[in-house]
């Protein structure tokens, strides 16, 4: 593997390895930037085919986490670490002991939290042995499911859109087709539903998709239909790769704002949107309410303040609506930038005042 070449191609950074053979723990902290203020990002524990798949994992979400954080004017750089899931039996309670103990030996340099494969009672064991770690129960000061936060920023970010593009103060009567109505999905549906939207929803699981029409009205609509109805606002909260060349062509709407990740299929088809004269509010924009919750958690954990943080999420979106159509650029590469010139500012300057 070209290790080096990795760190170059992310623009690394700084990437700590452990093996305990005691557990059997094979953990990998990618922290990208800390300029910003420690590290942050979750813990993934799945399974790869090679040891490099699991480095290039840990290496592209750690990115991915300097961006949404720098975005949503958090003090934190990004990190992530992937625990290599072992085939055979193992341990799991001192696996995440063993990882604790490893996030401790950094300092506080990184943060871990709750990820793919990672759930609360990982972080209780985490919680054991550092104080490096949030994602813990409200009992132990912590926040709890990040979805609702998500939710209530996605929500503030089609505000912002909608206040964008449909030159409209408010979500009365705008119609949004959200596409997964999960975790995140089912807690937008509820904020759009007390604004007074117009829902329409699909899901793989008809339960889901029936709760959401019973319980906010929404109108069901087959799995391959949600991008091209006739809508307001498109907010893909399912999978990722959901704007791609197939449901690009395909939509009405004026607008897609949701809180999946990695929406675009490829950078291009953030291209394709603005092309079409659609506004796309960048995933790591838009969904970042969750990781603003979480990071409250390191401050001492508030909801009001976490809520008040979220909040400012529509003022982000209505920059980069804003800065796209007065300079002809794509909202995905607006958000880039904005990042950029912060970390660029920091760099020179330290932190801002504000
Ligand atoms: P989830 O698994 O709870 O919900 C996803 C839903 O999408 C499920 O109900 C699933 O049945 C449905 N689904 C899957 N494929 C589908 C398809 N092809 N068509 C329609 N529905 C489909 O996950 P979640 O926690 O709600 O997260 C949703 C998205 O938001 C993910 O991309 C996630 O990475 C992202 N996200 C979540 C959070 C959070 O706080 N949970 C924060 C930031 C980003």
Do not use: W
């Amino acid at each position: 593997m070209d290790l080096f070449g990795h760190l170059r191609a992310y623009d690394y950074g700084e990437v700590h390895f452990k093996h305990d053979k005691a557990s059997g723990l094979k953990a990998i902290v990618a922290i990208h930037d800390s300029r910003l203020g420690p590290a942050l990002g979750g813990c993934r524990f799945l399974p790869y085919d090679t040891d490099e798949d699991a480095v290039v994992d840990a290496l592209r979400l750690a990115r991915g986490m300097t961006y949404k954080a720098a975005l949503a004017g958090l003090p934190h750089g990004g990190g992530k670490s992937v625990l290599i899931r072992p085939k055979q039996h193992f341990d799991r309670v001192a696996m995440f002991r063993a990882f604790g103990k490893f996030v401790d030996d950094l300092g506080g340099h990184y943060i871990t939290a709750e990820d793919s494969g990672t759930g609360l009672e990982d972080m209780e064991v985490i919680r054991t042995v550092t104080k490096h770690v949030t994602g813990v129960g409200p009992s132990h000061g912590g926040s709890g499911d990040p979805s609702p936060f998500t939710a209530l920023g996605v929500r503030r970010g089609i505000e912002a859109c909608v206040k964008f593009t449909l030159k409209r103060d408010s979500l009365d009567g705008v119609h949004v087709a959200v596409q997964g109505v999960g975790h995140v999905g089912y807690h937008l549906c509820k904020e759009l539903h007390a604004q007074g939207a117009k829902i329409s929803v699909a899901d793989v699981d008809p339960l889901k998709a029936e709760r959401a029409q019973r319980e906010f009205g929404a109108v069901v609509v087959p799995l391959d239909q949600i991008f091209e109805i006739e809508c307001d606002v498109i907010a893909p909260c399912a999978l990722g790769s959901a704007l791609n060349d197939t449901t690009i062509p395909k939509l009405k709407a004026r607008i897609v704002a949701g809180a999946a990740n990695n929406q675009l299929a490829q950078p291009r088809h953030g291209d394709d949107l603005h092309a079409r004269g659609i506004l796309y509010a960048p995933d790591y924009a838009i969904n970042a309410g969750g990781l603003v919750n979480v990071a409250q958690e390191v401050q001492g954990y508030d909801a009001a303040k976490s809520r008040e943080n979220t909040l400012r999420i529509f003022d982000t979106i209505f920059e980069i609506a804003d800065r796209s159509a007065k300079t002809g650029t794509p909202a995905y590469r607006i958000a880039d930038m904005l990042v950029e010139e912060k970390l660029v500012r920091f760099a020179k300057n330290g932190p801002a005042k504000s």
